[in-house]
């Protein structure tokens, strides 16, 4: 399963994004291998504008959704402290994110340099997508 975050979902559904976002993004919902969790969702949701909101609403309510709860938020609290330690400050919720994904053990798909500084200093496990977007 890859966790993919609300950067690449927000690319994928741009009508001039870029298209091996778009490519790579089909490729894992055909393999039933996305996945996106409720930080992500509130991203995209409340971003949305209001006359598209109940559309993208139905069309995410097929793929799974991690639910984030106290314990994420805990281990998101020691992700970050230990991100400024070490001198690099992120957005809270990309944090989560990078928290959920670090705890349960799945590759994350995202955009954003700050995703492969937390890599660097993790572990992180970054999900780069094959040729023509297809799932790897």
Not at 67 to 92: F, H, M, N, Y
Request: aromatic share 6%; charged share 25%; with cysteine.
């Amino acid at each position: 399963m890859v966790l993919v975050d609300s950067s690449v979902w927000i690319e994928a559904l741009r009508r001039n994004g870029r298209i091996e976002i778009k490519l790579a993004v089909e490729g894992l919902l055909e393999v039933d291998e996305a996945q996106w969790c409720t930080p992500g969702r509130l991203e995209v949701l409340a971003g949305a504008r209001p006359d598209e909101r109940d559309l993208l609403g139905q069309h995410f309510s097929g793929i799974p959704c991690r639910e984030c709860g106290g314990q994420d938020w805990d281990r998101a609290i020691s992700l970050a402290s230990k991100l400024r330690d070490d001198g690099l400050t992120v957005p809270w919720l990309d944090i989560l994110v990078a928290a959920i994904a670090l705890h349960d053990g799945m590759r994350l798909f995202a955009i954003g340099d700050q995703f492969k500084k937390i890599q660097d200093l993790t572990g992180l496990a970054l999900y780069e997508p094959g040729h023509g977007g297809m799932f790897q």
